[in-house]
C-alpha cells in the first residue's frame, strides 16, 4: 500500500485567495482615494473661512466710515465753543439731547457698534452739562461787561481795567477747558473703535476656528467609517482551507 504526495492548494482556492485579495487593495485603494478627496475638501474649507474671516474684516473697515456715531459730541462741541450768547449755548445743548435720543434708539438696532455708541451717548451727556455751564459763564461776562460799562461812565478807569483784565483770563480758560473736550472725545471714539474691532476679529477668528474643528472632525468620521469597512473584510472574507487527498 502507497502512499500518494499531498496535492497542494486547488485552482480553486488559489481563485477565491486572489479574489479576496483583490477586494481588499480594491477597498484599500477606495479608501486612500476618498482620504485625498477630504484632505482636499479640508483645505478648501480652511481656506473659505479665512476668506469669510478677511471679507469680514474689510467690512468692518468699510462699517467704520459709514456709522460715525463719534462726529455727534464733536457737533455738540463744536456748537458750544462757537456759543456767544445764553441762547446760542442752550441751543447747543439742545441739540446734544437730541442726539443722544437718536443714539438710543440706533444702540438697538446696531449692536455691532454698541461700544462707539455708548462711548458717543456718554459724551453727549457731558456736552448738556457742559452747554449750561457756558450759558451762566455768558451770563457773568454779561454782567461783568455792564459793569465794566458803568466804571467807564464813572471815570473809575482803574476798575474797569480790572474787570476787563477778569473777563480776558476767564475767556482764556474756557477755551483751553473746550479744547480739552474735543480732546477727551476724540480718545474715547478711538478707544471704542479699537474695542469694537478688537471683538469682531475675535469673532471672525472664532468663526474660522469652528469651521477648521468641524471640517476636521468630519474628517475623522469619515475616516473611522472606511477603516470600519476594512476590518469587516479582514473579519468577514472566507477562509479556504486547503483540501489534503488522502489515498489508501
Keep these: 500500500m502507497g502512499i500518494q504526495p499531498i496535492s497542494g492548494v486547488g485552482h480553486e482556492d488559489q481563485a477565491a485567495s486572489s479574489q479576496t485579495e483583490g477586494q481588499y487593495s ?15 475638501s479640508l483645505h478648501e474649507m480652511i481656506k473659505d473661512a479665512k476668506d469669510k474671516a478677511d471679507a469680514q474684516r474689510e467690512k468692518f473697515k468699510l462699517a467704520k466710515v459709514t456709522p460715525r456715531y463719534g ?14 450768547t445764553q441762547g446760542q449755548a442752550s441751543s447747543a445743548g439742545g441739540y446734544a439731547r437730541r442726539r443722544i435720543a437718536q443714539l438710543e434708539a440706533a444702540q438697538r438696532s446696531d449692536p455691532e457698534h454698541a461700544d462707539q455708541i455708548k462711548a458717543a451717548i456718554s ?15 455768558i ?4 454782567l461783568a461787561r455792564a ?9 473809575r478807569r ?15 480758560m474756557r477755551a483751553i477747558q473746550e479744547s480739552g473736550y474735543f480732546k477727551e472725545t476724540e480718545i474715547a471714539n478711538r478707544q471704542a473703535d479699537q474695542l469694537t474691532a478688537t471683538k469682531m476679529e475675535l469673532r471672525a477668528q472664532a468663526e474660522q476656528i469652528g469651521a477648521t474643528v468641524h471640517a476636521s472632525l468630519d474628517t475623522a468620521l469619515q475616516g473611522y467609517s472606511v477603516g470600519t469597512q476594512l476590518a469587516s473584510v479582514d473579519v468577514d472574507a472566507p477562509v479556504q482551507t486547503p483540501q489534503v487527498n488522502v489515498q489508501a
Excluded at 71 to 84: C, H, Q, T, V
Excluded at 139 to 142: H, M, P, V
Excluded at 147 to 155: I, S, V
Excluded at 160 to 167: D, M, S, T, V, Y
Design 26 to 40: 480594491d477597498l484599500l485603494a477606495h479608501s486612500m482615494e476618498k482620504q485625498e478627496e477630504q484632505t482636499s
Design 71 to 84: 462726529d455727534a459730541p464733536l457737533e455738540a462741541y463744536a456748537r458750544i465753543s462757537r456759543a456767544k
Design 123 to 137: 459724551q453727549l451727556k457731558k456736552a448738556v452739562t457742559r452747554a449750561n455751564k457756558k450759558k451762566m459763564q
Design 139 to 142: 451770563s457773568k461776562e454779561e
Design 147 to 155: 459793569r465794566q460799562k458803568r466804571m467807564l461812565r464813572e471815570n
Design 158 to 172: 482803574r476798575e474797569a481795567q480790572r474787570i476787563r483784565q477778569e473777563l480776558r483770563k476767564s475767556q482764556a
